[in-house]
């Protein structure tokens, strides 16, 4: 039996602005255990019957502050990729990171899932798609994301998450 291959790369920042942008979710986190349930879900098969290799990157100053955090996405099979940065770094972003693994890893996967608010991964898509028979998803708060993906011929599926079903309890 064949094994379907996924590649998940979450923008972890992204998550976290895309929500607290989110009206009625201002004040609310996005709990990446349900995050990880959601997107295993959505990989469409099932997870005893697949690879599926799980990235967070995220942009961080070399402090102690969110070392917990970094803790609990271990612990929960996230694979970090962490790029620090000093007060003086203006506009770090974790982007270009993410795109760079996505073309380089592409190949040895039959799916790749990004995860992010952000709309600059629509080159690293075209690139997959002109390379490689890759099944390609970019997942989203709907409101981060509305209209830039829609009409592509460089991404497969374009999923909206409900906020409800990636946030943590009150």
Known sequence: MNKNRVLILVDAQSMYYGLRSTKGYEKRKVDFKLLKEELVRLTGNDSDKETIDLFAYLAHAPTQKGMSFFALLKKLGYTLKIKSYTPDD????????????????????????????????????????????????????EHTLHGVYDESDVVDFVTDLNPEEVVMEL
């Not at 073309?103 to 690139?127: C, E, L, R, T, W």
Request: no cysteine; hydrophobic share 45%; aromatic share 10%.
């Open 90 to 141: 203006k506009g770090l972003s974790v982007i270009s990171d993410m795109q760079m693994d996505l073309i380089n890893n592409a190949a040895h996967y039959d799916q790749v899932m990004v995860v992010s608010g952000n709309g600059a991964f629509h080159p690293a898509f075209k690139a997959i798609k002109d390379n490689w028979s890759v099944e390609t998803h970019i997942i989203s708060f």
